[in-house]
Each structure stands twice: as structure tokens, then as C-alpha cells.
């Protein structure tokens, strides 16, 4: 066999060992092995960046890209629902949740519907102002009136959102029983969009005032679950298409992780208080 393909057999480092015996006299055979033994692929310049990225950079960066998500899904529902592409879909789960003997009633018993009564008022005007102005209290009372403000104006700037996006597309109701009374348009649903706007960006704001994991996680799961039943309530009371609450969500939803960066970014600055201890 020729000397060069002998050379080729024989792995780099022990090589080096071999034509240089000195190495092993001066100690640095293990320093040869284990520079060879290094892969030679470089890594990736992604993960590059998401090394060298700070926590708060690349929680903004998961921000963005659910807000990019939601916001693409809301332009695809949005169309498919002016185009009319969704309607079989809503009057199939409509129909879901009506009687068989009276298309006009939910189905279930009695106690069913007054409880969902009770839970879509969890999403009305009035119980969402008690709720935000309690908590924007809460805040100032506590020290954290920088916080306070941007609840306050974050919830409000939510609202006007909600209200032009009802406005702009007009969307006719289904048939409304006779006993429930509404004012707006259909799409999205008001109660879907106010209810992800005020519990999700009060959840995304006061979980920035807390270092806890678990409060955290908790603020948060129980702010996605009223989200989620207000707007069930609608689907099962019949005041509105299931596209509607869907469309509702991803406003909502979208507002609340804008919110949460703003947050984020100006707790950076110094301009709003940042985390404090938790347990």
C-alpha cells in the first residue's frame, strides 16, 4: 500500500502524534486530539443570533411573530367571510347548538342557558369598565401608576379598534331570538374581541409587573379561559357566527401581544416599573 493511503487510513490527530513523537514527550497530545476531534461544520448564522441575543430581544421576537400569525389569519378569515365562503360553516355549528323542537332556543336545559346568560356578560361594556378601572386602581395604589396609565390606555385604544372593525365590514347577525337585544354589527364579535382585549392585555400587562413563574402562568390561563367561554356564550346564545368569536380572538389576541411588547419596551426604557419579586 502506498504511503499516502496509509496516511488516509489513519485519523488526523493520531497522525500528528505519529510524525511528531515530541508531543507526547511535552504533554499536548491531548490538545492535538481534541482540536481534531472538533466538528468542522460552523454553526448556523440563526442560532448565531439567538445565542447573542438578550431574554428581552428574543421575547420580543416571539412576540412578533405571533402578532405576524395572527394578523395573516385574521386577513384570511376576513376575506373568506366577505367573499361568503364561511356560511355553510356557521349555520352547521349554529344549528349545533339550537333545539330540535325550537330552532329559536339554545339547546340544554333551562339552568344551561341563564348560566350562559351570566357568562356572556363577563364580556359586556359595563363589567369590562368595573373590571379595568379596578385594576388600574389596583396599580396606582401599589406604586405602579407608569403601569396603571398604560392599562388604562391600552384597554381604551382596544375598544376604538374593535368598535371600527364592527364598522367597517357591517356584517348582518344571524336571526336573533326575541328576549336578546344587540346594537352592532356582527363581525367580529364585540364581546370576543373587548373580552381577549381587556382580560389577554390586562393578563400580558400584569404579568410584566411579576417575576413569579407561576403567577405568571396563572394570570395567563385564566385569562385565556374568560376569553374563551365569552365567546362560546356567543356561539351558544346565537347572537353571533362562530367566525365572528374566531375573528374576535385574533384581534383580541393580536392587541394583547402588541400590548405586551409595548410593555416590555418601555419597561427597558425606564418609563414603566419593572418586575418585581415574586415568591
Given at each position: ?30 490538545t492535538v486530539m481534541q482540536r481534531r476531534s472538533r466538528p468542522s461544520s460552523s454553526m448556523s448564522p440563526f442560532r448565531s443570533l439567538l445565542r447573542a441575543a438578550s ?225
Amino acid at each position: 500500500m502506498r504511503e499516502t493511503e496509509k496516511r488516509k487510513l489513519i485519523p488526523r490527530g493520531k497522525l500528528a502524534l505519529i510524525l511528531n513523537p515530541g508531543l507526547l514527550l511535552h504533554g499536548r497530545a491531548d490538545t492535538v486530539m481534541q482540536r481534531r476531534s472538533r466538528p468542522s461544520s460552523s454553526m448556523s448564522p440563526f442560532r448565531s443570533l439567538l445565542r447573542a441575543a438578550s431574554d428581552v430581544e428574543k421575547r420580543m421576537l416571539v412576540g412578533v411573530i405571533l402578532v405576524t400569525v395572527f394578523v395573516l389569519g385574521f386577513g384570511l378569515l376576513a376575506s373568506q367571510v366577505v367573499e361568503g365562503d364561511t356560511k355553510a360553516f356557521d349555520e352547521r355549528v349554529l344549528q349545533f347548538f339550537r333545539a330540535p323542537a325550537n330552532p329559536l332556543l339554545p339547546a340544554g336545559p333551562p339552568w344551561l342557558r341563564e348560566a350562559m346568560r351570566d357568562v356572556t356578560a363577563l364580556g359586556s361594556a359595563v363589567v369590562l369598565t368595573i373590571i379595568v378601572v379596578g385594576v388600574a386602581a389596583y396599580l396606582t395604589v401599589s406604586g405602579l401608576r407608569h403601569a396603571a396609565a398604560m392599562v388604562l390606555g391600552s384597554v381604551a385604544l382596544g375598544v376604538l379598534l374593535s368598535n371600527s372593525l364592527k364598522s367597517a365590514f357591517s356584517r348582518p347577525r344571524p336571526f336573533i331570538p326575541p328576549d336578546l337585544l344587540v346594537f352592532t354589527a356582527s363581525f367580529p364579535s364585540g364581546h370576543a374581541t373587548l373580552s381577549a382585549v381587556v382580560y389577554l392585555t390586562l393578563g400580558a400587562l400584569l404579568c410584566r409587573t411579576q417575576s413569579s413563574s407561576a403567577v405568571k402562568t396563572y394570570i395567563l390561563c385564566f385569562a385565556v379561559f374568560l376569553t374563551g367561554i365569552v365567546g362560546l356564550s356567543r356561539i351558544y346564545l346565537g347572537v353571533h357566527w362562530p367566525t365572528d368569536v374566531v375573528a374576535g380572538w385574533l384581534v383580541g389576541g393580536t392587541w394583547a401581544l402588541l400590548c405586551w411588547l409595548a410593555m416590555i419596551w418601555l419597561q427597558g426604557r425606564g418609563e414603566v416599573e419593572p418586575e418585581r419579586a415574586g415568591p
